[in-house]
């Protein structure tokens, strides 16, 4: 049986490198987690530096509100493999 186009979306995503800027855990840091080529991409340029850092101020702000996800905007619309 072939698979759906849901199973073929998560098999992608579990295959990838997910990871903080930092390479630390996101519970000690409040960093969002992402696909590694997707923070080094961010990570090369002033635009994405500061997306980035939004989007850890973000999630640092809802954990502090005691809240396990935060609407960061960083992986809306996006499509990682």
Not at 17 to 34: D, F, P, R
Request: net charge positive.
């Amino acid at each position: 049986m072939a698979k759906t186009k849901a199973q073929k979306s998560l098999d992608t995503w579990s295959k990838q490198k997910w990871t903080t800027a930092s390479g630390k855990k996101s519970s000690e840091t409040g960093e969002v987690y992402a696909p590694k080529n997707v923070i080094d991409r961010l990570k090369s340029t002033k635009k994405g530096q500061s997306k980035l850092a939004a989007a850890n101020r973000k999630k640092r702000k809802a954990t502090a509100q005691g809240k396990q996800y935060a609407k960061h905007g960083l992986h809306k619309g996006k499509r990682y493999g």
